[in-house]
């Protein structure tokens, strides 16, 4: 791979922009909140200071194809985020039912965004990625331009 030089579209900055910010805001939230993430994998309880680590992890992970995006300029990593994001929605849609809309209305606004904001800030970044700037970018192979002189 190979750095992308010169200047990215608007939409590509506002998509690493946003989710770095959504990420790293649920790494804090998460991490706040420690004592909600009691874990048990195979029969064995997750410690505060490996839930730290399983948490600092996730934020990497998240992380990667956005570098891989930003500076690269990656159209795999462009996909594989869409369909990441994708995959996520749908299955926050397929959880959601009239049963848990009294247990919604009774949220804190701060509980409401960290529930429904930040997946949807999630997807209108990846919705940016496909803007027609943001193709524009991806489409173009970076190499040097020549200018014509007559």
């Not at 948490?55 to 992970?61: D, K, V």
């Amino acid at each position: 791979m190979k750095w992308r030089k010169g200047s990215r579209p608007w939409p590509i900055n506002v998509f690493a922009v946003t989710f770095l910010s959504v990420g790293a805001w649920q790494l804090a939230d998460n991490l706040t909140k420690l004592h909600r993430h009691q874990i048990i994998l195979f029969g064995t309880e997750i410690s505060r200071d490996e839930m730290i680590v399983l948490l600092s992890a996730q934020f990497t992970i998240l992380c990667i194809p956005v570098v891989a995006i930003w500076l690269f300029g990656s159209r795999v990593a462009r996909w594989l985020i869409t369909i990441m994001t994708a995959w996520g929605a749908l299955t926050f849609l397929m959880q959601l039912d009239t049963a848990r809309l009294p247990m919604t209305m009774e949220m804190s606004l701060l509980d409401f965004w960290n529930l429904y904001g930040t997946r949807m800030a999630f997807l209108v970044a990846v919705i940016l990625l496909f803007a027609p700037d943001a193709r524009g970018w991806f489409a173009h192979k970076g190499g040097d331009e020549v200018a014509v002189f007559e």
